[in-house]
C-alpha cells in the first residue's frame, strides 16, 4: 500500500470523525424540531474562535474552553426558546429559515469580533505534535488523537441516548412528541434541551476542526459539507450517522489528495444529490419518507 | 398581541382568502395597484434622485425579479430554495458565454433563460418527489456545483478578475442609461408580478394552494402534486436565469465572487421580509433587504470613527437581516404583508364596530 492511501485513509477517518460529530448534531436538530439547521457551521465556529481568543489573551484552556461552551450553549438554547418554539404551527419550512437567519446573525457576530486580518489559534497543551510511521506513511500523531477523542465524544452520546433514561424521552419525543407528552414527557424543555445537547456536539467539532487545521470562519462551510453523511445515515438513525459521517470523510481525503482539494466540494454535494435521488431515506434509516 | 398572534397560527388559509377579501380576485385588480406603485415610484426616483440612488433603485428592481419568484415557490409550492444565486450565476454565465460565442443579445437572453430552467428541472426532479424540505438540500447542493463549473469557466475564459463589458444602453452616458435601466426593470418587474398573478389564479396556483392545505385529500382526488410543484420550480429558475442574464450588461462586469450563499440567503431574507400573503410582498423585501445595507454605514459613521465603520458594515448589515429574518417570523406569520393585513383602511372612517363583520 502506499504511503499516499494510508495518509488519506487516516486522513479521513479524522475528517470523518469531525464530520459524525456535525451530522449528530444535525440529526439531534432535526429529530428534535424538524428543522435542517443551516446554523450549525456557525454554532462549531463561534466556540472555537472565542476559545482561542481567551486564550490568546491569557486564560487557561480549561477556562476559556468552559466560557465558550456556555456562551454558545447558552445561544442556542435561547434560540430555541424564544424562535424555533414560535415556528410550531407555521409552516414546515419557517423553523429552517429561522436557522438561516440565526446563521446570518452569527456569521455577522463573528465578523465583527473576529476581523479576518488577524490569525486565531488554539494551542492544546500536551497534543503531541511528532509524527510516526505507519505502513510507511508519515502521520501526525495529532491527527489520530483528535478522530479517536471525536469518535469517543460520538460513541459517548450515542451511549447516552441509546441507554439512559433521558436518552429515551429525547427518542420518544423525537419520534412522536404528541404522544410522548401524554406520557408525561415536558416536551419543550427537552426541545430546548436537545438544541443544548446540539450546541456541544458542535463545540466539539469546533475544536476538533480547530486542533488539526487552526480556527478559521472557513470552517463553517464544513457544517454544510456534513447534509451528504445526514441524509446517507437516514436523518433519524444514530448508527447510521455514524459510519455515513466516516464514509463521507475519507470520500473527501481521498478526492483532495487523488483528485484535487478544489473538487472536493464538487463531489460531496454531487453525493449529495445523488443520494437525494436515490435513496431519499438513506441506508440506514426507517423508510419514513413518502413520496408527494 | 395576542390576538395577532392566534389569527397568525392559520396564516397560510388567511393568505389565501385575505388576499381576495382586501382587493379584487382578478389579476388586473391584483397587478393594477401595484404596478401603478411601481411606475411611479420609478417615475420619482429617475426624475429627482441622483446617480448613485438610482443606480441602487434599479438593484433593488433586479432583485425584485427573483425574490417574485422565490415567493412565488414558497408562497405556492410551500417549498424553500437556497438555489437563487445559483440560478442567478446559471443564467449569467450562460448568457456570457452565449453572446462571446456570437449570439445576438436578445438570443443570449433567451438561451441563459432556457439553461436556468433546465438547471432547475435538473434540481427539482429528485427532491420534489419527496415530501419534506428536501428542496432546500438539493438547491445548497446545486449552489456549489454550479459555484464549480461557472469558477472554472471563469478561470479557462479570463482569469480570476472576471469578465468586463461595455454596459448596453450606454451611448447616452451614465445617468441617462441608468434612467433606461431603471423603466426597463419597471417593466420587468411588472411583467413579473401580472405572471405571479395570473398563475397564482389559474389552475396551478388553486391546485397547489389545495394541495398545501388538504395534502391527503388532493392525492385521494388524483392530482399529481410533483407536476406542478416542478413547474413552479422550474418556471421560477427560468426567472431567476433571465435576471441573472439581464445583470451583467447592466453592471459592466460579471464575476463568480458575486454568486455567493449569503446572497441566496439574502434572497430568502427579502421573502420573509416582504411576505408572500400580499403580491407586492417581495417587491417590498427585496426593497428593505437591498436598501438596508446602504443606510448601514451611514447610521454606523454617526456613532463610530469612519475607519472602523467602514469594516463593520458587512457584518452588521447581516446581523441586521438575521434578526429582521427571526422577527418577522416570530411577531408575523407572513412578513410585512401579514401586518400589513391587519390594517384596515375601512376602520380610519367608519367605527370599529361596524367593520367587524366585514375583515
Known amino acids: 500500500m502506499s504511503g499516499q492511501f494510508i495518509v488519506a485513509i487516516v486522513g479521513g477517518l479524522q475528517q470523518g470523525s469531525t464530520i459524525v460529530l456535525i451530522a ?16 450549525h457551521g456557525q454554532m462549531m465556529v463561534l466556540p472555537a474562535f472565542i476559545a482561542s481568543a481567551l486564550q490568546t489573551s491569557g486564560a487557561s484552556l480549561a477556562a476559556s474552553l468552559a466560557v465558550a461552551l456556555a456562551a454558545s450553549t447558552g445561544l442556542a438554547v435561547a434560540f430555541q426558546i424564544l424562535v424555533l418554539q414560535k415556528t410550531i404551527n407555521q409552516p414546515v419550512f419557517v423553523g429552517t429559515i429561522a436557522t438561516l437567519g440565526f446563521a446570518a446573525i452569527l456569521n455577522g457576530i463573528l465578523g465583527a469580533a473576529f476581523p479576518g486580518d488577524r490569525n486565531y489559534e488554539l494551542h492544546i497543551p500536551g497534543m503531541p505534535d511528532q509524527l510516526i510511521e505507519l505502513y510507511g506513511a508519515r502521520i501526525r500523531v495529532s491527527v489520530l488523537v483528535v478522530a479517536i477523542a471525536s469518535l469517543l465524544i460520538a460513541a459517548g452520546v450515542y451511549a447516552i441516548l441509546r441507554w439512559t433514561h433521558l436518552g429515551v424521552k429525547l427518542t420518544a419525543v423525537g419520534q412522536d412528541a404528541l404522544v410522548a407528552s401524554q406520557g408525561g414527557i415536558r416536551v419543550r424543555r427537552l426541545h430546548a ?43 433519524t438513525s ?16 481521498f478526492v483532495s489528495s487523488y483528485v484535487g482539494g478544489d473538487k472536493v466540494d464538487l463531489v460531496t454535494y454531487v453525493v449529495l444529490l445523488m443520494v437525494i435521488m436515490v435513496r431519499p431515506d438513506g441506508v440506514f434509516g426507517i423508510k419514513n419518507v413518502s413520496r408527494a | 398581541m395576542k390576538g395577532l398572534r392566534l389569527r397568525g397560527q392559520d396564516g397560510a388559509t388567511a393568505s389565501v382568502f385575505k388576499d381576495g377579501a382586501l382587493g379584487s380576485t382578478t389579476v388586473s385588480g391584483r397587478v393594477l395597484p401595484a404596478g401603478t406603485v411601481l411606475v411611479l415610484a420609478t417615475a420619482f426616483v429617475v426624475t429627482t434622485a441622483d446617480s448613485n440612488n438610482v443606480y441602487l433603485y434599479c438593484t433593488a428592481l433586479f432583485a425584485c425579479v427573483g425574490a417574485l419568484s422565490l415567493g412565488l415557490l414558497m408562497g405556492t409550492a410551500g417549498q424553500v430554495s437556497i438555489g437563487n444565486s445559483a440560478f442567478l450565476a446559471v443564467g449569467a454565465f450562460v448568457g456570457m458565454w452565449a453572446s462571446r460565442a456570437g449570439l445576438p443579445l436578445p438570443a443570449a437572453l433567451l438561451v441563459a433563460t432556457v439553461a436556468a430552467g433546465l438547471a432547475g428541472v435538473l434540481v427539482g426532479l429528485p427532491a420534489l418527489r419527496i415530501q419534506g424540505l428536501y428542496l432546500a438540500l438539493a438547491t445548497l447542493a446545486a449552489h456549489f456545483i454550479v459555484l464549480y463549473f461557472i469558477t472554472e469557466y471563469q478561470k479557462s475564459a479570463v482569469g480570476s478578475v472576471g469578465f468586463l463589458i461595455t454596459p448596453a444602453l450606454s451611448s447616452g452616458g451614465l445617468d441617462q442609461q441608468q434612467r433606461y435601466w431603471a423603466w426597463i426593470m419597471t417593466a420587468v418587474v411588472v411583467a413579473c408580478l401580472a405572471g405571479v398573478a395570473a398563475l397564482q389564479r389559474g ?91 446602504t443606510l448601514i454605514p451611514d447610521v454606523l459613521g454617526a456613532f463610530v470613527v469612519n475607519d472602523r465603520a467602514a469594516n463593520l458594515a458587512p457584518p452588521l448589515s447581516q446581523i441586521a437581516y438575521g434578526v429582521l429574518i427571526i422577527v418577522m417570523i416570530t411577531r408575523s406569520s407572513d412578513g410585512i404583508s401579514g401586518m400589513l393585513r391587519y390594517v384596515n383602511p375601512q376602520s380610519w ?5 361596524a367593520t367587524k363583520g366585514s375583515n
Open chain 1, 238 to 253: 444514530i448508527e447510521g450517522t455514524i459510519v455515513a459521517g466516516l464514509l463521507i470523510g475519507v470520500l473527501q481525503q
Open chain 1, 24 to 39: 449528530m448534531g444535525l440529526v439531534l436538530a432535526f429529530r428534535a424540531t424538524e428543522t435542517f439547521s443551516f446554523a
Open chain 2, 203 to 293: 389552475k396551478m396556483g388553486r391546485v397547489l394552494g389545495f394541495m398545501k392545505e388538504h395534502e391527503h385529500v388532493s392525492a385521494c382526488l388524483g392530482i399529481d402534486s410533483r407536476r406542478y410543484k416542478l413547474l413552479v420550480f422550474v418556471l421560477s429558475s427560468a426567472a431567476i436565469g433571465f435576471q441573472g442574464s439581464l445583470m451583467p450588461y447592466f453592471s459592466g462586469t460579471l464575476s463568480v465572487d458575486t454568486f455567493s450563499l449569503d446572497l441566496a440567503i439574502a434572497y430568502i431574507a427579502m421573502i420573509m421580509i416582504g411576505g408572500t400573503g400580499n403580491i407586492f410582498g417581495p417587491v417590498i423585501g427585496a426593497f428593505v433587504v437591498v436598501i438596508m445595507p
Open chain 2, 349 to 353: 372612517f367608519i367605527s370599529s364596530r
Open chain 1, 193 to 235: 434541551l436537545t438544541w443544548g445537547i446540539v450546541a456541544i456536539l458542535a463545540a466539539c467539532a469546533g475544536v476538533a476542526q480547530a486542533a488539526t487545521s487552526g480556527v478559521g470562519s472557513s470552517s463553517a462551510a464544513l457544517g454544510l459539507l456534513a447534509f451528504p453523511a445526514l441524509i446517507l445515515g437516514g436523518l
